[in-house]
């Protein structure tokens, strides 16, 4: 097994991707502690999070093997790019940018494409995505991602975009790889009040869900 495959295991242990859109570089750190604390080991720093590369390196500084780093919202080569040279440890892009697939793997990090039909779902997949971004999932939800799986199974789907703890259970029975969670996960009320008890508090409520499917 490769460093990407063993990556792609430890998302799909990891089961919830924390989606963190941060107002302030040095934020997310602490608030990554505080996901870590409540048992979310991935977590996805979108680049519209201010220097958000650099905050990156900072994560991965601070938490070193206790969680995953990723960079979500990649949407041009140059910004994969650059995110890898970071230490991105994987990539997620919410739109079907095929041409990222071998600057990850060439660099042994996971690839998530953005696909909203399942002709999209298909064509990441052939393109060589680890996994298949479906968003907004919250347009979908469950039923969608079962009736997906049942032609094509061999899809890693990870809905993002309206994942909350009352469909955590539903979209996992469902078939789903992973699951993306922002917003209600880390709120921007979180985020204003730096309220980093809250925040694991809810990270442990998603992973109580998740174990309720999926127990260690």
């Known amino acids: ?30 608030l990554s ?11 996805e720093v979108t680049t519209t999070t201010p220097d958000a590369l650099n905050a990156i390196r900072d994560a991965r500084a601070a938490l070193g093997a206790r969680a995953m780093v990723g960079v979500g919202t990649v949407l ?20 079907l940018r095929t041409g990222m697939v071998p600057l990850c793997h060439a660099a042994d ?16 997949y052939e393109a060589g995505s680890d996994f298949v971004k479906l968003f907004p999932a919250d347009s979908l939800g469950p039923a969608f991602v079962k009736a997906v799986r049942a032609p094509l199974p061999h899809l890693r789907l990870v ?21 993306g969670a922002g917003s209600s996960l880390v709120s921007a009320e979180i985020l204003r009040d730096q309220n980093w008890p809250e925040l694991t508090r809810r990270a442990a409520a998603f992973m109580a869900a998740v174990r309720s499917v999926r127990p260690e």
């Open 76 to 95: 041009e080569n140059i910004t994969c790019r650059g995110a890898l040279d970071a230490g991105a440890e994987f990539v997620v892009s919410p739109i």
């Open 33 to 43: 502690e505080a996901l870590v604390a409540g048992g979310v080991t991935a977590i």
């Open 109 to 124: 990090v996971p690839v998530m494409l953005g696909a909203f039909t399942p002709t999209e779902a298909q064509l990441a």
């Open 159 to 179: 809905p993002t975009g309206g994942v909350d703890l009352s469909n955590v259970v539903d979209f996992l029975n469902a078939g789903c790889a992973a699951l």
């Open 1 to 30: 097994m490769n460093k990407r495959q063993e990556r792609v295991q430890r998302l799909t242990r990891a089961a919830i991707i924390a989606v963190v859109r941060a107002p302030r570089r040095d934020l997310v750190v602490p």
